[in-house]
């Protein structure tokens, strides 16, 4: 058997335990697998089946109510499409009975429906006004509750079941996961010792030979030349294995080789600004060549370099970019690719910063996606603006009783639609918004404008909201508080997210307040001071990012208004942040160029 074929069975244990801890994980994500699957089979399809039956039911009730108000045509168009809505679910619950207790409660919605479809078909062959209301409170309302409450319960049976599995599933993956890691542990063990053993006996030759090699061979025939040369052979190999040449250059070589492997280009920059190394993509992608330095490199992508490394260098530690609108185009033969430059201190023996490295990440398939997004958003916000304005109208005109009158309780269906109809006029308004900055529309018209004039208009359109809440709006800027050079549309509607989100998370009987203050000699600072819960640490970068809520926050925003305000004030060349305020709650802060 020759050395390799040796060598190979020696690894042949180690081979063996991968194979094990392969199948023990394929075995493991199989069971995680089959249980999620459980989940989804089993009470999935009922839970989607119970809570469209509840919304068609509500439907029903509606459609008969809008026929009793005098719009039969337009309630029995509703009623007709929510039976046929509700129908096919049913066949589904029908067909999906897997809890236990849910063939009766299933059994209870079949008949409470086919009851619903008695009256409901009597509820239309009705001419008379004084009849349908008989027939809607008689048989109609009580059916229809009956059919919502037999849904209700179906959906409670599957959720509780889903948590139940969740839970088993839970406990599943941690047995597997400990049998995993037993059999992880074991095969390493065994093979280990195993390659060791093997190990050890196919190095035992070499043993003997150094022995041989380290032998006292007297005389000056052949064989002590032959020893006498093996003597020196060991002892120049003892000095070298004893210096750290050979480590350096095996490290060398290791790095080299991770650094060659990535697929995004890294460049490392010395004092100067000469190239100290390339990998292959930074040859290949940016044609860069380390004889050439940065001047072969194209304008956009040399001061980018220099950037990144007169940051580093400046001693402020590692560069990392602030968003994707930093990523730099660089054209190829493969096409333009946009790359986003990060970069890490190269540190002497010593701990002095005697270079940069930078790694440019590969961002252009992630942009393509950012921009298929942003289209998206803005061709469903600009398609919602119109059916959603006819919406607010015709609540409006229904308020106002143009078209009849309404009883209190329809008064107040008819106020909360209203409610919600604003509350998505003004997510509409924010995606709008959003894609204008995204698409670099976002013009400006600065003017010279009046600190304590900006405070007070910033404070007029949130005195409503407020007064409901108890809260106390405060204006704190002085009078002769000097002049700032903004866009006064666009500045308002950075105050009305940060005051507006003061007045929501301020508690009732609270105050919020607005000031400002000189920020060096080039830029005033406007602070919006609440008394609410405050933000977390840890969220307060992320809250000015796209589409970002906190995990306690009320539902119905889109998580824009903080990042819209963002580009505001970065348009006006100003920065924005949060703090937390002496006392509690929060401070928002942004600041603008004085005039």
């Not at 040369?229 to 480590?247: D, I, K």
């Not at 000031?515 to 840890?538: A, I, L």
Request: glycine share 10%.
């Amino acid at each position: 058997m020759t050395l390799r074929a040796k060598l190979v069975l020696a690894q042949a244990p180690l081979l063996a335990a991968l194979i094990a801890v392969a199948v023990g994980g394929s075995w493991t994500a199989a069971e995680l697998g089959r249980g999620a699957q459980a989940i989804l089979q089993d009470n999935y399809r009922s839970v989607l089946a119970a809570q469209r039956m509840i919304d068609a039911s509500s439907e029903i009730d509606a459609g008969s109510l809008y026929a009793l108000v005098g719009e039969r045509a337009r309630g029995m168009q509703q009623i007709s499409a929510a039976r046929q809505r509700l129908e096919p679910e049913l066949r589904v619950q029908l067909g999906n009975v897997t809890e236990v207790g849910e063939a009766e409660a299933t059994r209870a919605l079949e008949l409470a429906w086919q009851r619903c479809t008695g009256a409901l078909d009597r509820f239309a062959s009705l001419d008379s006004e004084k009849d349908a209301h008989a027939v809607y409170f008689s048989d109609v309302q009580p059916a229809v509750v009956a059919v919502r409450g037999a849904a209700e319960q179906i959906l409670a049976l599957n959720q509780d079941a889903m948590v139940r599995k969740s839970d088993a599933a839970d406990r599943a993956a941690v047995r597997l996961n400990a049998v995993l890691v037993g059999v992880a542990a074991l095969g390493c063990v065994v093979g280990v010792l195993s390659s060791g053993w093997l190990t050890a006996r196919l190095l035992r030759p070499l043993g003997v030979l150094s022995q041989a090699a380290r032998a006292q061979v007297d005389g000056r025939d052949e064989i002590a030349a032959v020893a006498g040369e093996f003597n020196t052979m060991a002892e120049r190999l003892e000095r070298y294995r004893q210096s750290t040449l050979g480590e350096l250059l095996a490290a060398h070589r290791s790095s080299q080789a991770v650094i060659d492997s990535l697929s995004d280009p890294v460049v490392v920059l010395g004092v100067e600004g000469e190239i100290l190394h390339l990998n292959a993509a930074a040859e290949s992608l940016l044609e860069l060549r380390p004889d050439a330095g940065l001047s072969g490199a194209h304008g956009p992508l040399r001061d980018v370099l220099e950037r990144v490394r007169g940051h580093v260098l400046a001693g402020k530690g590692p560069y990392v970019p602030k968003g994707l609108d930093e990523a730099v185009r660089v054209s190829g033969k493969e096409g333009d690719r946009r790359f986003l430059p990060r970069g890490t201190p190269v540190y002497s023996e010593q701990g002095a910063v005697i270079g940069a490295s930078i790694v440019l990440q590969d961002v252009t398939r992630l942009l393509s996606f950012e921009e298929l997004r942003n289209d998206l958003v803005a061709g469903v916000a600009h398609e919602l603006r119109t059916p959603l304005t006819s919406l607010r109208m015709a609540i409006h005109l229904l308020n106002e009783q143009a078209v009849g009158p309404v009883t209190e309780k329809q008064a107040d269906l008819l106020f909360a639609a209203r409610e919600d109809c604003e509350r998505l006029q003004g997510i509409v308004e924010e995606l709008l918004d959003l894609s204008r900055i995204q698409g670099g529309k976002l013009q400006l018209q600065p003017v010279i404008a009046d600190v304590e004039e900006l405070a007070q208009a910033a404070l007029e359109p949130q005195q409503s909201a407020a007064e409901l809440r108890g809260i106390e709006l405060h204006d704190e800027v002085l009078p002769g508080s000097g002049q700032v050079r903004v866009d006064p549309d666009r500045i308002a509607l950075v105050f009305a997210n940060l005051v507006g989100n003061a007045v929501r998370h301020s508690p009732p009987g609270g105050s919020v307040r607005v000031r400002s203050r000189p920020d060096g000699m080039q830029q005033v600072r406007f602070e919006v001071v609440d008394q609410g819960p405050g933000v977390p640490h840890e969220y307060r970068q992320a809250i000015f990012e796209k589409y970002f809520q906190l995990p306690d926050a009320p539902p119905g925003g889109a998580g824009l208004g903080l990042f819209i305000a963002r580009e505001i004030v970065r348009a006006h060349g100003g920065e924005i942040g949060v703090e937390e305020a002496p006392g509690g709650g929060s401070t928002f802060w942004f600041t603008v160029p004085r005039a």
